[in-house]
């Protein structure tokens, strides 16, 4: 199993932003992109409509890193590190598989910028070196293929295609799963070794 140590928290920075700790003061923010419908519209589960909602989200966010269990960014920019752009995280370690769940939002006046395609490469950076995953994996609505492409942009693999398996609003809907491996994975010296182990 893998030993994961998210304290003290680990701040990453990239050509242009900085992936921040989430703070109660990014509440406003956060339920504006959490409550915007084109952000909501392949996320499948309903908008929050409450600060209090997004408030408690924070919370649960920051005790998942305190419990070493997720990791979510805030996505600024060094100048303007109030200004929350978006969220980035591995919201689901699974440390006893060297595993880990991405996750992403952002607002929709970053999109078509490679905003998120910057923190997705400080992530899996973050993932692979120094927590020592072996793999990252990704939940996506189908038809979301702007996130779709963002996924196979940084090397991730449709890993499995779920037909109607997840109910919301009263209809079954599909979900793919990509992944992505480790770049040890791919190297030859460990290829071989396995190969004559069999």
Known sequence: ????????FPELHTERFVLRRLQQADAPALLDQRSDPRIMRY???????????TTALIERITQNAADNSGV???IVRPAATQELLGT????RIMAEHHRAEVGYGLHPDYWQQGVMSEALAAVL?????????HSVEANV????????????????????????NYFFRG???????????????????????AATEL
């Open 171 to 193: 209809q079954f809907l599909d979900s793919i799963i990509y992944s992505l491996l480790t770049p040890e994975a791919a190297k030859p010296e460990l290829i071989n070794e």
């Open 88 to 91: 980035i995280g591995l919201w």
């Open 141 to 164: 609505n189908p038809h979301n293929t702007a996130s779709r492409r963002l996924l196979e942009k940084h090397g991730f693999v449709q890993e499995a295609y779920f037909r109607q």
């Open 1 to 8: 199993m893998l030993y994961i140590q998210l304290t003290p």
């Open 125 to 133: 950076d973050f993932g692979f070196q120094t927590l020592k995953l």
């Open 43 to 53: 996320l499948d589960r309903e908008p929050d409509t409450t600060l209090e909602q």
């Open 72 to 74: 979510t960014w805030g």
